[in-house]
């Protein structure tokens, strides 16, 4: 993975960029889950990391009404903390939760920014220009079942962009293995690196372009299991480690801009 580490000799503060690679490392699920864990021990903001760009992504979207489709795990509270910054800059935003459980402060976030909540029998399908998907993430396996196989079908024929959180629900993390119910996404905002399934299999088809978003994780380009091109990388700005982010993004033409 491309990492942030390097420029630690930088003042505090100070952000940098840096041209991208045609191509980075890509790594399974496993691999990102054991690099995940001691920041996240440590207290580390990952998924605060992770929604900031996700919400900036979103953003250049000049959404008009965006749904959130949110599940249970971490996805749905990344996606629910873009939710709550895109709502609080005037957007109407609401969220379709597939789960009864749901990210307790991701929800209060999006809610006390004004996300209003809605529920399956209520959905029109043509009323949003922007759709993120964060209902599954790289613990899933199988097809979608139940009440989030009942959303995407619903979902199928609209025609909004749609942003998938780390990787299209539906879509193996490892394989790329999906049946014919996952969003095809415009755009993946894939956080720490790129998942091997991406490039695996349906994962070229339904995860558009990929836009990776460093958040500090530390994986050895050696241990990697293939490698994707990736339209843009996300990188921190030099705070704290527990401190918010405030990333840049560095395109494949080397534009940085502030997200």
Partial sequence: ML???????????????????????TFT??????????LLAAGVPLMRRAAAALAEVIAEQNPKRMLVLAGAGDNGGDALFA?????ARGVPVDVLRTAE??????????????????????LDPAAYDVIVDGILGIGARGALRGAPRDA?????????????????SGLDADTGAADEVVLTATTTVTFGAVKAGLTRGEGPRL????VLVDIGLELDPADAVGEAAVAETCRRAL????????????????????V
């Fill in 3 to 25: 990492r942030a580490d390097n420029a630690a000799a930088a003042p505090p503060g100070a952000e940098y960029r840096e041209r991208m690679a045609p191509t980075v490392p």
């Fill in 29 to 38: 699920a496993a691999q990102v889950r054991a690099a995940e864990a001691p």
């Fill in 83 to 87: 939710a709550a910054d895109i709502a």
């Fill in 101 to 122: 459980r749901a990210h307790a402060e991701a929800l209060r976030a999006a809610t006390d920014a004004g996300a209003r909540s809605i529920r399956l029998a209520d």
């Fill in 152 to 168: 995407v079908t619903a979902l199928l024929p609209a025609s909004a962009v749609v942003i998938a959180v780390d990787l299209p």
């Fill in 207 to 210: 995860s558009g372009r990929i």
């Fill in 239 to 258: 705070h704290s480690p527990l401190d918010p982010l405030r990333p840049r993004r560095t395109t494949d033409v080397g534009d940085p801009c502030d």
